[in-house]
């Protein structure tokens, strides 16, 4: 080989010919570990008396995401020996927690993101039913998440079928089903997918306003459904919204609760506003004020509103009473401080 | 020390202090709710203790402040119908011919400033703008404080007037303040480095001749100076003999 040709052939063989040797390496490696494992009644019985099947599906793993690229030990390491070295585990959830660090050799930023979240604060409280990696994505049948969109609701609705439930009859969960489109939000874009935080905290609740306003305040994807993108601006100027940015600010927890929006639009069945169902129609807004504020009389929802902005039209006396401020404000200020101009003036030239 | 004579009694330097401490009160606790998107508004809600204690504080100042606003509004009507106040507060045609010929004065048009009663008419500008004023926060306030009592009788979209109407009156009295009055008291060269006059409640015959000549003259029976006015007049420092 000349000098000339070494360096390419050298670099072909690391990108194109170790990735292919490295493929049938792993695919001989499933051969010899499937000719024992890929026998139904294949069984683990554990010293608590449950029984985990050891079994493995070679069809729905050689399609799952890792199916071409990856061989057994690549997960479970050190398992080439024969015998197997003893994995000790009194039960299920013991040998399911055993497997869990497997997957952050390759996704260390999402394993890590996950030890942050409220199922990982669930299971090291030693609440064994909490999902990591694999009671998500599945073990060896891994798939893409998120094909097609419906899946990532799917996933979290076999614990929480409740909530999916609720999901699926809001605007956002039927828009989903009938468009699948990217714009629609499923579970894991409000909650995220590995960082989950506890709803049930302030925290969250008060970061709601910024929750939906990420998507809620994006011009391109709110006119796509004629839906304004004043509302988070519309929020934060009124009592509610003002309350809420102070609060998020400082460092001792309210006593005092403060709308955010899932406070009036609900939270996993938020509706279309001019649905008969909506909380926030005009003639179920009394009863929606009234959670918070009991004995609210009817006229008292007209105190707010409705994210419209004051103007000739809408709250014709808000908007003249701001103007009438903006117009004497500097003419009172502005005549003041000239009077003192020339008072001043005046103490100069005379001395 | 130089002469003087009492210009405001033991009520009246009371009621200024009351209202001057309530006052910062309320634009301490009042202005992080209308600016809250600024860094200065949490850091003065964390000062305080939480957004919760800040608008305890400002209702109850809010509240004393209508007490004494209205207790003020109570007793002058009392004073005016039993005819035991002077009627020094009340504008006057002689106050707009005042303010003429003061400001042609400023500019140079007039040779002499104009001669002051008890009260000139940028104090009284003052004091009717700051009773109206308090009169607009203490009706928007009361509204905001009881919207569920208010709404039972008036519209709902009377709440976020009284909102717009409470913040924007607010943020004027407190420029007027900061402007106008802060340099009529402190920084005006007549009155450097302080105008003690509300807190004492004495005045100096000296300054009476220059800021007050007809009340001095009502006072002592003396006819006015003939050139007296105000301090910025020329060599205008000398005592009446």
Redesign the interface.
């Known amino acids: 080989m000349t000098r000339r040709l070494r360096a390419p052939v050298v670099l072909a063989f690391v990108f194109w010919g170790l990735p292919l040797l490295a493929a049938d390496a792993a695919r001989d490696e499933v051969d010899t570990c499937l000719s024992c494992h890929g026998e139904k009644g294949i069984d683990k019985k554990l010293p608590s008396g449950e029984v985990q099947s050891l079994f493995v599906d070679r069809v729905s793993f050689e399609k799952s995401i890792h199916g071409a690229k990856l061989g057994c030990t690549g997960c479970h390491p050190g398992y080439q020996e024969m015998p197997h070295p003893e994995r000790p585990a009194k039960d299920l959830a013991a040998f399911t927690a055993s497997f869990r660090e497997t997957c952050k050799s390759c996704h260390f930023a999402n394993y890590t993101k996950a030890l942050d979240s409220v199922h990982f604060a669930a299971l090291s409280k030693g609440n064994s039913i909490a999902p990591f990696c694999a009671d998500c994505h599945g073990a060896h049948d891994v798939q893409k998440p998120n094909e097609p969109r419906t899946k990532i609701s799917d996933t979290c609705s076999s614990c929480h079928s409740a909530e999916a439930e609720a999901y699926g009859q809001s605007v956002h969960g039927k828009t989903l089903a009938a468009t699948n489109s990217p714009d629609v939000p499923v579970c894991t874009d409000c909650h995220k997918s590995h960082a989950i935080a506890d709803p049930k905290g302030q925290t969250w609740r008060m970061k709601s306003p910024e929750t939906c306003g990420s998507c809620h305040t994006d011009e391109a994807k709110m006119k796509k459904y004629g839906l304004s993108t004043k509302v988070y601006s519309s929020y934060l100027t009124d009592f509610h919204g003002r309350s809420a940015s102070l609060i998020a600010g400082q460092k001792k927890q309210a006593e005092k609760i403060v709308a955010v929006c899932v406070d009036c639009h609900g939270v996993h069945d938020i509706a279309r506003v001019k649905d008969a169902g909506s909380r926030v129609l005009q003639k179920n807004l009394l009863a929606t004020c009234t959670k918070c504020h009991p004995g609210a009389p009817p006229n008292f929802p007209a105190a707010w509103l409705s994210h419209y902005e004051p103007s000739p039209k809408k709250a014709p006396l808000v908007w003249a009473t701001a103007l009438f401020y903006k117009i004497l404000i500097p003419l009172m200020i502005g005549g003041l401080v000239l009077q003192v101009l020339l008072h001043l003036w005046r103490v100069v030239v005379n001395r | 020390m130089t002469e003087a004579v009492v210009r405001f009694s033991k009520k009246q330097r009371v009621e200024h202090l009351v209202v001057m401490l309530l006052f910062m009160t309320l634009a301490l606790t009042g202005f992080?709710?209308k600016f809250?998107?600024t860094r200065w508004?949490?850091f003065i809600?964390?000062a305080i203790?939480?957004?919760?204690r800040?608008r305890f504080l400002h209702r109850m100042a809010g509240l004393l402040f209508s007490v004494a606003t209205i207790f003020h509004i109570v007793l002058i009507t009392l004073l005016a119908l039993m005819r035991r106040a002077g009627m020094t507060m009340v504008p006057t045609r002689r106050d707009f011919s005042d303010a003429i010929q003061q400001?042609s004065?400023?500019?140079?048009l007039a040779k002499e400033p104009a001669q002051f009663d008890r009260y000139d008419y940028?104090q009284k500008f003052e004091y009717w703008g700051m009773l109206i004023g308090s009169l607009v926060m203490v009706v928007t306030g009361l509204i905001l404080y009881l919207?569920?009592l208010f709404?039972?009788f008036?519209?709902?979209?009377?709440?976020?007037?009284a909102?717009?109407?409470h913040s924007?009156?607010g943020?004027?009295a407190f420029?007027?303040v900061i402007?106008?009055h802060i340099?009529n008291a402190h920084l005006?060269?007549d009155v450097f480095p302080f105008d003690t006059c509300i807190f004492t409640g004495k005045i100096s015959v000296e300054r009476m001749h220059h800021e007050h000549p007809l009340e001095l003259a009502r006072v002592t029976g003396e006819a006015a100076d003939a050139s007296p006015g105000?301090?910025?007049?020329?060599g205008g420092s000398a005592p009446p003999a």
């Open positions: 992080p709710q809250y998107e508004a949490a809600v964390n203790g939480g957004l919760d800040v400001i004065w400023y500019l140079g940028r919207p569920l709404t039972r008036f519209p709902g979209e009377f709440v976020p007037v909102q717009v109407a924007n009156e943020l004027m420029l007027v402007t106008w340099y005006s060269p105000h301090g910025a007049a020329p």
